[in-house]
C-alpha cells in the first residue's frame, strides 16, 4: 500500500468512525433529551429520585386545576397556604389536598411584607396564627411551615429567635433548592422552564419553589410540560412531610 492509498484508509475509517459516534450519539440522547421551552438538554434519566414540588400564596382560583394536573400525573405536592386566602370556598380544595395525598403548610396569615416582618416575632405569629386558624376552622394540623421569601431574607430580624422558636413550636422549616422564580418581576414561560430545567436534576431531593397564588397563572399553565419532563426523567413526587427539615442556616 502506497501512502497515499494509506492516507485514504486512515481518512475513511476516521469517517466511519466519526459516523458512529454521531449515531450513537443520536440515539442514546433522543432517549434522554426533554424539549423545554426555549432549551434542550439531555439528562440522565435514570435513579432520579425524589422531588418535592411546592406551591406557595394559595389558595387561589387556580389551586383546583393545579390538583387536577397533578392528579393526572400521578403526582403529590406540598401547598403553604396563606392563611388569610383560606375561605370557606376553599374548604372542598382544602379536603381534596388530603384526600390525594398532598401536604399542607403554613406560610403565613396576611401576606404582607410589611405586616410579616415588622418586628422580631410577627412572622412566628403570623405562622401560628394561621396554624391555629386551620386547626380550629378546618381541623387541619400542619408541622410544616415556609417564612415568607424564605428564611434567609433580609426583613426577618433576628433569625436564629424566628427558628428557636418555630422549633420549640413543633414546627418543621422548608426553604427550597430549586425555584422558578415565578413569583419575581415578569416571568415568562421560558424563564420559568429555565429556571427550572436543569437545575432540578442536580439537586439531590430537589424542594422546587413555585406559586399557586391569583397571579401565577403561567405556572399552572406550564405545570403539564414540568410534570411531563420529571415524570420522563424518572422521579417519583413526594411531599414534605415525608422529608427532612430543609432550610438554609
Ligand atoms: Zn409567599
Redesign the pocket.
Known sequence: MNNSNHERLIRGMLLMLVCLLIYLGVNVNVKNTFITDGSTFKGEGENAGTVYLTF??GPSKYTETVLDTLKQYNAVATF?L?GDSVTDEYEGTLKRMQDEGHAIGL??SC?SYNKVYSDTSSCVKSILDEREFLRNRYGIESDLC?L??GSTNVFIKNKKEVVETLHSEGLKIFDWNVTAED?VGVPTAESIMKNIFPDVYNKEEPIVLM?D?VNNKLTVDLLPQILQNLTEYGYKFGTLAERDEFFYK
Do not use: K
Request: charged share 25%; aromatic share 8%; net charge negative.
Open positions: 406557595d400564596d403553604f396563606v406560610h403565613c401576606h415556609r415568607p421569601g413569583s406559586h397564588g
